[in-house]
């Protein structure tokens, strides 16, 4: 059984930094992409960020480019997020995600496999 379990949201004020961590479990986690994803209420899921099987290769939106860093662990089958320089529109539930297939994909549609969420909220 795939889990794939967020930590580390919290709240925090605009300029602060945070660290998210998504624990997999039940996959090879070296043979899959993963990715960050937030949520708002009443809004699409939106790409935060996407780092390949080996670590090589990051992608971001552009909401969150010079601010955010994606990185992975892949012998503690851990990916991370250091957010930086929060502002209060990164409020949201940030979700990891798992791709099997390579290659770079913002669509959630095309992830695998995806854990619970952890809230993130930025007070000003």
């Not at 889990?3 to 300029?15: H, K, Y």
């Not at 660290?19 to 937030?38: I, P």
């Amino acid at each position: 059984q795939v889990q794939l379990v967020e930590s580390g949201g919290g709240l925090v004020q605009a300029g602060a930094s945070l660290s998210l961590s998504c624990a997999a479990s039940g996959l090879a986690f070296e043979s899959y992409s993963m990715a960050w994803f937030r949520q708002v209420p009443g809004k699409e899921r939106e790409f935060v960020a996407r780092i390949s099987q080996s670590g090589r290769t990051t992608n971001y939106g552009d909401s969150v480019k010079g601010r955010f860093s994606i990185s992975r662990d892949n012998a503690k089958n851990t990916v991370y997020l250091q957010m930086n320089s929060l502002k209060p529109e990164d409020t949201a539930v940030y979700s990891c995600a798992a791709r099997r297939d390579r290659g770079y994909s913002v669509d959630a549609r095309r992830y695998d496999y995806w854990g619970q969420g952890t809230q993130v909220t930025v007070s000003s």
